[in-house]
């Protein structure tokens, strides 16, 4: 990897130096089907946004030979694509393998957000049994916050986590925001611009990391 040390690994949903997010002066008003006005972009095309039609931010993406990011790691940020993709088709946020066993699939929660209410949501791509110690390790927010070892055998899609928007005299606006889940269906997300994909865990035994083994 251009840039890392070869024995360093860095998690394939880590945003990487030299890749930027597209420019404010790309959003717009447009209309839907429906003919209600929403956040759109100038030159839209249809995987900008995902099957609920919320508008997703685009980011450049810094890609090497096996089709891997490549370049120096931003340790804090995430990429909002490869967050997207891991979360959607749950692949390992490490090496972006399959996640699925035959026991479930592995979430890394904070101990914090897995306190905080029933069931958890989560906007952490799931990990390969491979790479759980590593992710545990890497991400910020874990270290920070601590983990909690999740096998869920249930864990539909439940909204995102972005920015809202509003039209207004001096045209698109962003407005603050809290970063918390917005759930799919929700009006609001007409006006918004997701970033990470959120699951809701439902169904699942908190494990042990040590007690898990890696298939050979």
Known sequence: MKGVPSNVRVPYITARQG??????LSLR???????KSRLGYWDEVPGDRDLHGVLWGRCSQSIGPGRLPE????WKMIHPARQRETMAMLRCQVCVGPAKTDAGTLFLETATGYRSG???RTAQPPVCL???????ERCPHLVR?????????KSPLYGVIGTPYMYGLDGVQALAGDDAPVPYGDPGLWWFLASQLVRELRDYTVVNLDDLVPAA
């Open 19 to 24: 890749e930027e997010e597209d420019s404010f």
């Open 29 to 35: 008003a447009s209309f839907g089907e429906d003919g």
């Open 71 to 74: 370049g120096l790691p931003r």
């Open 118 to 120: 029933w069931p958890p």
């Open 130 to 136: 491979e790479h759980a110690h590593l992710a545990a």
């Open 145 to 153: 916050n601590g983990h909690v070892a999740l096998m869920v055998r």
